[in-house]
């Protein structure tokens, strides 16, 4: 399962992958009938065919810009939080992925300098107490810093995304809170 | 939300706002709204579809406890899984038909057309909306001076819990042509100059405005292609400012007088602070974007040694009715090349019968083309999708790898003119020669 971000990410796994990934690639049309177990064995089968059998719960994917551009088929964003990874770190992402992302309890990080990191490194990820900006660290001790988290979207991450913190904010308003 | 808040419109104080600003500013219940600054606003109508809608609205609906907000406000369209192609899809179709009953859903169009042509043409939009909708195409009520954009599945169950949405409020990119588009040339040419200058993230989540003397001369449908495939730059929304020309096409699809007595109102001031972009639609020739990117984008005289096997006329970007005539001022008392196949998938039931009585249909089938349902087909990928090795000409909006089909599938978006006279000739060909 997806490690929320009150969950360090570190040393991960990372994946690298290049510019412009899209959302068909990521949840390909003709497994769109099917639920997230089904298209998650297809998930980046035309760009990276090692991806989908070897991703293990707490990796990363670090990409080049244009992270999720395409569709709105959230299962872009969602087949990833099926598959465990923690976090997908990149210069820049679609507007509409990101918002699906933190939705769906998928930790995106705005890196301008993502692509520094290499295939298979060990990376963590640092959120300084009373500080909003997180940062990455490179298995060298490179600190790269990356774009802030507005508190609202950090929260729908911690509760597992927008249904769960529904959900909680329900239960709220039951309780009589 | 207080009333008293939004009739202030000419208090001195106020700074000039752009169009995308005040129609968020209207939503949010605010005067007015500074770029940057995240606002939440209510949601005028939700569209959703059978993809996006139901069948995973439902289960978290039921998870929630919770019911729609308003479905007066609610528009749900069947368009990407039919005509059902095998029993998932069919059982899709179904999940979707029967939540619609027990929702009791009274806006639901079935089979009739795609989501975005048949929102507008059943009257749902009017300028100063905002709205959101379950596909990334959502764009496209920017045509009509709405704000509307893409959501996912997810954030639209947020919408129909609580009839509200957050946005940050989007810079203007303000995209203006001027001069006039040279006949056989059209807006899908304009839109794909854009996204080969820009790159398919260049809208950085912003809203893009249109303008100019070349918008102004558009037609509707023009219009739309335009706002739809702002979804190709990045860009959150794709507006263009309401004029007569959008008022007389709404009274034409029904919108209550009452609903567009202020159309003409909702206008960026003069001096809001906006970047611009100019062009000349006087120079443009039409664009191809060659594979895998709708932002790989070449003058069609570049592509002439490709050939095409597929001449594909669809989706909600390429086969309104406007793009049906621009393909049949081509094809008139011609037949499409050997070699090549012509397949024309009107987008909506409406267009097609209006194109049928003026002989649009005829035109087209008389030059070989088979006429497939008025739904999204091969466009989203959902479904019956192109086959191995297939060359494909498309007035779609859409070409990545395996989107279409197998990844052998080479895509080449173009304008419907330029489908048109490709398959034609066999060979992707400007339009112009043709017409000339």
């Known amino acids: 399962m997806n490690q929320a971000m009150n969950q360090a990410i570190d040393k991960a796994r990372v994946w690298r992958l290049g510019a412009d990934i899209d959302t068909d690639v990521l949840a390909p049309g003709a497994f769109m009938k099917h639920g997230l177990e089904v298209i998650g064995w297809h998930c980046l089968e035309a760009v990276r065919a090692d991806f989908a059998p070897g991703v293990k719960a707490g990796d990363v994917i670090v990409a080049g810009p244009n992270f999720g551009i395409g569709s709105s088929r959230e299962q872009a964003a969602g087949v990833l939080h099926h598959l465990g990874v923690a976090a997908v770190i990149?210069?820049?992402?679609?507007?509409?992925?990101?918002?699906?992302?933190?939705?769906?309890?998928?930790?995106?990080?705005?890196?301008?300098?993502?692509?520094?990191?290499?295939?298979?490194?060990?990376?963590?990820?640092?959120?300084?107490?009373?500080?909003?900006?997180?940062?990455?660290?490179?298995?060298?001790?490179?600190?790269?810093?990356?774009?802030?988290?507005?508190?609202?979207?950090?929260?729908?991450?911690?509760?597992?995304?927008l249904l769960p913190l529904l959900q909680q904010q329900r239960r709220k308003v039951a309780d009589g809170h | 939300m207080s009333p008293a808040h939004v009739s202030g419109g000419s208090a001195p104080s106020?700074?000039?706002?752009?169009?995308?600003?005040?129609?968020?500013?209207?939503?949010?219940?605010?005067?007015?709204?500074?770029?940057?600054?995240?606002?939440?606003?209510?949601?005028?109508?939700a569209m959703f579809h059978d993809s996006s809608g139901p069948r995973r609205l439902k289960p978290m609906l039921e998870a929630l406890g919770a019911e729609i907000w308003d479905r007066h406000k609610v528009v749900l369209v069947l368009d990407h899984y039919v005509p059902a192609q095998d029993a998932d899809a069919q059982q899709i179709v179904q999940i979707t038909r029967e939540t619609a009953r027990q929702w009791q859903l009274p806006h639901v169009i079935d089979s009739e057309g795609i989501c975005h042509v048949v929102l507008p043409e059943r009257g749902h939009l009017a300028p100063g909306m905002f709205c959101v909708g379950g596909d990334s195409h959502s764009p496209t009520g920017g045509a009509f001076g709405a704000y509307m954009f893409g959501i996912g599945a997810t954030e639209m169950l947020g919408v129909c819990v609580t009839g509200q949405i957050w946005v940050q409020v989007p810079r203007t990119l303000c995209m203006h042509w001027s001069g006039r588009l040279a006949p056989g040339v059209s807006a899908k040419d304009m839109m794909l100059h854009m996204v080969g200058r820009f790159g398919m993230n260049g809208g950085q989540y912003q809203a893009v405005e249109f303008a100019g003397e070349a918008v102004t001369a558009l037609s509707m449908s023009e219009r739309m292609t335009l706002s739809?495939?702002?979804?190709?730059?990045?860009?959150?929304?794709?507006?263009?400012?309401?004029?007569?020309?959008?008022?007389?096409?709404?009274?034409?699809?029904?919108?209550?007088?009452?609903?567009?007595?202020?159309?003409?109102?909702?206008?960026?001031?003069?001096?809001?602070?906006?970047?611009?972009?100019?062009?000349?639609?006087?120079g443009l020739s039409p664009q191809v974007a060659a594979p895998h990117s709708p932002a790989n984008v070449h003058p069609v005289g570049d592509m002439a040694e490709v050939v095409p096997t597929i001449a594909y006329i669809g989706a909600c970007t390429g086969a309104k009715l406007e793009d049906l005539r621009a393909a049949a001022t081509v094809l008139r008392g011609?037949?499409?090349?050997?070699?090549?196949?012509?397949?024309?998938?009107?987008?909506?039931?409406?267009?097609?019968?209006?194109?049928?009585?003026?002989?649009?249909?005829q035109v087209l089938r008389e030059a070989g083309a088979s006429v497939l349902g008025n739904s999204?087909?091969?466009?989203?990928?959902?479904?019956?999708?192109?086959?191995?090795?297939?060359?494909?000409?498309?007035?779609?909006?859409?070409?990545?790898?395996?989107?279409?089909?197998?990844?052998?599938?080479?895509?080449?978006?173009?304008?419907?003119?330029?489908?048109?006279?490709?398959?034609?000739?066999?060979?992707?060909?400007?339009?112009?020669?043709?017409?000339?």
């Open chain 1, 90 to 161: 990149a210069p820049s992402f679609s507007g509409l992925y990101f918002r699906n992302a933190f939705n769906l309890g998928l930790l995106l990080l705005t890196c301008p300098r993502a692509t520094e990191i290499e295939e298979a490194e060990r990376i963590s990820v640092q959120f300084e107490p009373g500080a909003d900006t997180p940062a990455v660290v490179r298995a060298n001790g490179a600190r790269l810093p990356c774009a802030p988290i507005p508190d609202f979207l950090r929260d729908m991450v911690q509760a597992g995304g």
């Open chain 2, 334 to 361: 011609h037949k499409v090349a050997t070699g090549v196949q012509l397949l024309v998938a009107p987008a909506s039931a409406r267009e097609q019968a209006q194109a049928e009585q003026e002989g649009t249909m």
């Open chain 2, 228 to 282: 739809n495939m702002s979804a190709e730059m990045g860009a959150q929304a794709g507006l263009i400012a309401a004029d007569e020309t959008t008022v007389a096409h709404l009274h034409r699809c029904g919108v209550p007088e009452d609903r567009l007595h202020d159309a003409l109102h909702w206008r960026g001031d003069e001096g809001a602070a906006q970047e611009r972009f100019g062009f000349d639609a006087s």
């Open chain 2, 14 to 45: 106020r700074p000039p706002q752009t169009l995308a600003q005040k129609l968020i500013a209207r939503a949010a219940g605010r005067d007015h709204v500074q770029v940057g600054e995240v606002v939440t606003c209510a949601v005028d109508l």
């Open chain 2, 376 to 436: 999204c087909g091969a466009c989203a990928g959902y479904g019956a999708t192109f086959g191995e090795g297939a060359t494909v000409i498309s007035s779609t909006a859409r070409n990545f790898k395996g989107r279409m089909g197998p990844a052998s599938v080479q895509v080449y978006l173009a304008s419907p003119y330029t489908v048109a006279a490709s398959a034609l000739r066999g060979r992707i060909t400007d339009p112009r020669e043709v017409l000339a």
